[in-house]
């Protein structure tokens, strides 16, 4: 398939739209993952609600990649790296499945008809550290990339 659109956002997630049956595919309400000052307790954990659009309405495929090595899910501040999971809901609640670089997640089926989602936003993306590995880790800004594809099936 040939990449209609590639946006890099000011989120710190790029998105990679690519063209098929859909005439016209879309992510709103995408936003940075920022998990702050680490306590030195427990683990990290973020959910962000997003927006699917997808006109006509149908099944589509997301796919994530990091930029870690082969696109694993790591951050890095700039010597150290850390890694992180991602897991991907098609509804809006926290969790989801668990996803793997460049491994997409297929027969996603609530994509809506309106870029707004005015009946609610109809997806997750939950970003987890895991607590040993934050303990372990140096002290440090850590920053990373990831990067979604989203597919009509």
């Avoid at 990290?44 to 927006?51: E, G, M, Y």
């Avoid at 809006?92 to 996603?108: A, E, S």
């Amino acid at each position: 398939m040939k990449a209609s659109h590639l946006k890099p956002l000011a989120t710190g997630i790029a998105l990679m739209l690519a063209g098929s049956a859909f005439a016209d595919v879309k992510i709103s309400n995408l936003d940075d993952f920022d998990f702050g000052l680490y306590s030195g307790f427990g683990r990290l954990r973020a959910n962000d609600r997003i927006c699917i659009n997808a006109d006509p309405v149908s099944n589509y495929q997301i796919t994530f990649w990091g930029d870690g090595p082969g696109g694993t899910f790591q951050v890095s501040n700039g010597v150290d790296s850390l890694d992180y999971v991602v897991r991907f809901r098609d509804r809006n609640r926290n969790g989801g499945n668990r996803v793997f670089p460049g491994i997409p997640l297929t027969n996603r089926s609530r994509a809506t008809d309106d870029i707004d989602c005015p009946s609610g936003l109809n997806a997750n993306i939950d970003i987890r550290f895991r607590r040993t590995d934050l303990q372990a880790a140096n002290p440090g800004r850590y920053i990373g990339l990831l990067t979604i594809t989203v597919i009509p099936e």
